[in-house]
């Protein structure tokens, strides 16, 4: 996932909340904003396999009315400019410290008993 971690420090590195706010440099949000939502798409396809229903949930948010099953590399197209994308919805439930330590004593608990 080492193309998630890059385009993070990308977005990060780019700022496009700063340039957001003046007009002078509204052309480069709109590029840093087009090559994350690209990043987003490979990931999607990319994490198909590992995690097929948030890759799908993701290929989906993006505007994509295709099956991402049936595409591949050489298939996938750029986003077109003007594409229409959905309400973003959080994938992924952060898992809190608490719940993986009463994971963690069940499973010490489990493995005493056997």
């Avoid at 003046?22 to 994350?36: D, F, N, V, Y």
Wanted: hydrophobic letters at 45%; aromatic letters at 6%.
């Amino acid at each position: 996932m080492e193309l998630a971690s890059l385009g993070n420090v990308y977005f990060d590195t780019k700022k496009p909340w700063v340039d957001a706010k003046l007009e002078t440099t509204h052309e480069r949000m709109k590029t840093t904003i087009s090559c994350c939502l690209e990043c987003l798409q490979s990931l999607a396809l990319i994490s198909l396999p590992m995690i097929p229903t948030a890759a799908l949930e993701l290929f989906k948010m993006l505007g994509s009315t295709s099956d991402l099953k049936d595409i591949r590399w050489k298939q996938l197209k750029p986003l077109q400019v003007g594409q229409l994308l959905e309400e973003p919805k959080i994938l992924f439930k952060k898992v809190e410290d608490e719940i993986i330590a009463a994971q963690l004593a069940k499973l010490h608990a489990m493995s005493a008993n056997a």
